[in-house]
């Protein structure tokens, strides 16, 4: 990669990262593509040049989101922790992320947009049910969870937890972080049958 080069992808990755938390604090719809830009120290021109729109790079960031998502999840699935403690990880995470984001922008990431519907189905599909798949044998590993526990009954029951997160109530959630959490440990303490000792 050249100077040219290196000099694009950083500014594409300061608007990136500009975007994303203005629209963590405040929404999508409320942030302009010339205060993305005045964040960023790039003209608006750039971040047109580079992403078409805001739309398109409302996509990006989220799949930039997600790939953090999946690589932290990665670090603590095949991390040396227990399995008790790998969860309590994934509770506080799933709590911490909920947290830091702006109601509007869980919409948006949530979204009826058929592309961010349809990347969502893909992340999901291809790269965060096999990894949750990852971490369900390594707590059968360690005799955490029932080995007489299907994985076809376990992706059941993400998919349902997933359509539960797509209702309005979910939505509502960010309003209770204590109520998102005992959803978050319901799901997970569901698939090992009984709680660690910390909760």
Do not use: C, W
């Not at 409320?30 to 964040?39: G, L, P």
């Not at 989101?65 to 932290?72: D, H, P």
């Not at 990880?89 to 990431?109: P, R, V």
């Not at 955490?144 to 309005?168: D, T, V």
């Amino acid at each position: 990669m050249d100077g040219f080069e290196r000099r694009k992808e950083r500014k594409k990755e300061n608007i990136r990262q500009a975007a994303l938390e203005l629209f963590s604090i405040y929404g999508v719809q409320k942030v302009s593509i010339a205060e993305i830009a005045e964040k960023a120290k790039v003209s608006q021109v750039t971040i047109y040049n580079y992403f078409g729109s805001k739309d398109e790079l409302l996509r990006d960031v989220i799949s930039i989101l997600q790939n953090k998502r999946l690589q932290e999840d990665t670090e603590v699935i095949e991390s040396n922790l227990p399995f008790p403690e790998k969860i309590e990880s994934f509770i506080a995470e799933k709590t911490g992320e909920l947290a830091s984001l702006n109601s509007e922008f869980l919409k948006s990431i949530m979204s009826e947009d058929p592309a961010i519907r349809q990347m969502a189905e893909d992340f999901t599909k291809n790269k965060f049910i096999p990894l949750m798949l990852r971490l369900v044998e390594k707590g059968r590993a360690e005799g955490y969870i029932n080995h007489n526990i299907s994985n076809e009954a376990i992706l059941l029951y993400i998919n349902m937890f997933r359509e539960g997160k797509r209702s309005n109530a979910f939505l509502d959630l960010e309003q209770s972080k204590q109520l998102f959490k005992e959803v978050v440990t319901l799901f997970f303490y569901g698939i090992m049958g009984k709680s660690s000792d910390k909760t």
